[in-house]
């Protein structure tokens, strides 16, 4: 299994972005995909989570309204679209692979068994 992710980088606040990820080695329509970060001074946190076939999502509460998961599979790619970026947002974000059914405690780091090697989002004020 091999999990990529793309588009990180440097820039000011209120700015956009859209992280790729892109994924092979499994059934890629048949599992739910995440979006997780480390910002400093806090443990990897969940931002979304999208099922298998993209028709529903779940976000974390502080990044409702800024960000938006959204996945093709034809692609084999998931994507999130950053919007309104503030220098908080700052760390590394991960794409990884849900184990089990979406609906399952998508917030738990412990509910994902593949992960990318990470994408820096950099927001300076």
């Known amino acids: 299994v091999q999990v990529l992710e793309s588009g990180g980088g440097r820039l000011e606040a209120v700015g956009s972005l859209r992280l790729s990820c892109r994924a092979s080695?499994?059934?890629?329509?048949?599992?739910?995909i995440g979006w997780f970060r480390r910002v400093t001074g806090k443990d990897r946190e969940m931002i979304a989570c999208i099922d298998s076939s993209g028709s529903t999502t779940i976000a974390a509460d502080f990044v409702k309204g800024r960000f938006t998961i959204s996945r093709d599979n034809a692609k084999n790619t998931v994507y999130l679209q950053m919007n309104g970026l503030k220098p908080e947002d700052t760390g590394t974000y991960y794409c990884?692979?849900?184990?089990?059914?979406?609906?399952?405690?998508?917030?738990?780091?412990?509910?994902?068994?593949?992960w990318g090697q990470g994408t820096q989002v950099t927001v300076s004020s």
């Open positions: 990884t692979v849900k184990a089990r059914p979406f609906g399952i405690n998508p917030f738990s780091t412990d509910e994902y068994n593949y």
């Open positions: 080695g499994f059934p890629f329509e048949d599992k739910a």
